[in-house]
């Protein structure tokens, strides 16, 4: 089960190697987590935390980008390889380690706490809390759909400026959002049960609706003028609107480029390493969660992009109202009500996401306490035996997070802050998943006796071509999305002189040297 190497459970570097008790015994800081997720459950929260509304938009932009339907079709599956590969590394860790925290313990036990804590950082900070913002006002717009009274522009509190460019406010749709959080924040204080049984029923459902609209797209909305646009010449890029791509490194730098967005669509798909003291043979189950979701996910999010080639011309998709692709598709199979029926799967859809980002997410930041890096209370289960107080403290940032808008005054256009904050941090979200697989080489050098139920498939060559991949990707990404890439890094690395005082704070304390 869990280690009893001393190296491990004080946070340090590892510098002893695992003896066979340390996948045997659980340790202290799971000690009290009931174990009520067993492999199904498991599934449904990679699911769960994968698929949330961005399949039923992000197509739209990469059809710009890319310019041509066999291209976008190729970056998909790109997005697929990538992802895959990811899980398929990350199981040799989980399975090393299956406790709370997932990629802050791994990093933590590659690197060192300062690399753990950095990750622990931005995700609380903006990766976690901001995508739980972000989704929430997601689910609040499409409700408007079905009722009105809920909108971005029906003000309770008007936006009040704190600067030229920055404003807070309070609309129906921010408030249901703020409420949306709060109930799912609540319902995973009662106990696991809960949010487990929120889980599975919501990811049944919006698996169901995909998989209706893919089935729908292909079998009823097929027609000939989109397979005639899109599939007539599917490599020729004609007025692409974005990187001039009329050489293969032009290609190669729009297919990166659109990685954001297929990406990061598929993101989450290792939160369920963060709840691991809950899973039932974590060694074992985690693995084949992370494993069977993203393969479900990508190949249900490859199916989705085929359905609307052939349901839509590449023109259409591309300039889609709203980037709404998928409501695009289902107002060619069913005119007049598309609109509607779309709104009701993303609503469904994005309360699942959010349901397994509250789960996941604070039991990160309850590993991160445990180990004096994070505020004390946050280490502490109640009698339901779940991180309560890291649920109630994600829930109140991610709160304060949907009221702040930006504004820009030439356009007078309003926009979001964690939209912003979530820009800047992809790329440095990427970073530590590049370091999280390059962590597998390095702890088979430093711990080669360890313990490993599971090794990752096809090592050297799946991570190392992860590796390669992601890190081409991010190269891209800072050279040509500077203005979004760097602010992201320095968001990161503002969290090193917070984990230098909390370091100092806790020895300080009562009892430490």
Request: net charge positive; glycine share 10%.
């Amino acid at each position: 089960m869990q280690s009893s190497n001393p190296a491990i459970q004080s946070g340090g570097l590892l510098t002893g190697q695992a003896t066979p008790s340390d996948s045997e015994s659980p340790s202290a800081e799971n000690r009290n987590f009931s174990r009520g997720l067993g492999l199904f459950d498991s599934v449904m929260l990679v699911v769960g935390a994968m698929i949330g509304s961005g399949i039923f938009i992000v197509p739209a932009e990469m059809s710009r980008q890319i310019g041509s339907a066999g291209w976008l079709l190729v970056a998909w599956l790109v997005a697929g390889a990538l992802t895959i590969a990811g899980a398929l590394s990350y199981g040799e860790l989980s399975a090393m380690m299956p406790r709370a925290g997932g990629m802050y313990v791994y990093l933590r036990e590659a690197y060192s706490p300062l690399a753990g804590f950095l990750y622990g950082w931005t995700l609380f900070s903006v990766i976690e809390t901001g995508t739980i913002a972000a989704v929430a006002v997601a689910f609040a717009r499409f409700s408007g759909v079905l009722w009105p009274a809920i909108s971005g522009d029906h003000y309770l509190l008007s936006p009040v400026h704190i600067s030229s460019h920055y404003a807070l406010s309070l609309s129906t749709a921010q408030l249901l959002a703020i409420g949306v959080i709060a109930v799912l924040t609540l319902s995973n204080m009662l106990g696991l049960r809960y949010g487990r049984l929120i889980q599975n029923v919501f990811t049944v459902a919006k698996t169901s609706a995909l998989g209706a609209l893919i089935l729908l797209g292909i079998l009823v909305g097929r027609n000939s003028a989109a397979l005639h646009a899109n599939f007539n010449h599917p490599w020729s890029v004609p007025g692409s609107q974005g990187v001039g791509i009329t050489t293969i490194w032009g290609l190669f730098i729009a297919i990166c480029l659109s990685q954001t967005g297929s990406l990061f669509s598929a993101d989450s798909w290792h939160n369920i390493a963060f709840a691991a003291g809950e899973v039932k043979q974590p060694e074992r189950n985690v693995t084949r969660a992370m494993v069977i979701g993203t393969i479900v996910v990508i190949t249900l999010y490859i199916l989705a992009n085929v359905s609307y080639l052939v349901t839509l011309p590449l023109q259409a998709i591309q300039t889609a109202p709203s980037d709404r692709v998928g409501t695009a598709t289902l107002n060619v199979i069913f005119p007049g009500i598309g609109v509607t029926v779309m709104a009701a799967a993303i609503m469904i859809s994005t309360f699942g996401t959010i349901n397994a980002l509250t789960l996941t997410g604070a039991r990160v930041y309850y590993a991160m306490a445990q180990q004096k890096l994070f505020f004390a209370f946050a280490g502490k289960l109640n009698a339901a035996r779940v991180p309560a107080s890291a649920l109630a403290l994600q829930g109140l940032w991610a709160a304060c997070l949907v009221l702040p808008r930006t504004y820009d005054p030439a356009t007078q256009v309003w926009g979001n802050l964690y939209n912003d904050l979530l820009e800047y941090v992809i790329s440095a979200a990427l970073i530590f998943y590049v370091l999280t697989v390059a962590g597998v080489f390095r702890l088979r050098m430093i711990r080669p006796d360890a313990q490993r139920p599971y090794r990752t498939f096809g090592y050297p060559i799946v991570p190392a071509l992860y590796v390669l991949a992601a890190g081409a990707i991010l190269l891209v990404l800072f050279a040509y999305r500077p203005a979004t890439t760097w602010p992201g890094l320095l968001i990161v690395l503002s969290g090193i002189p917070i984990y230098f005082g909390l370091r100092v704070r806790a020895a300080r304390r009562p009892g430490n040297r």
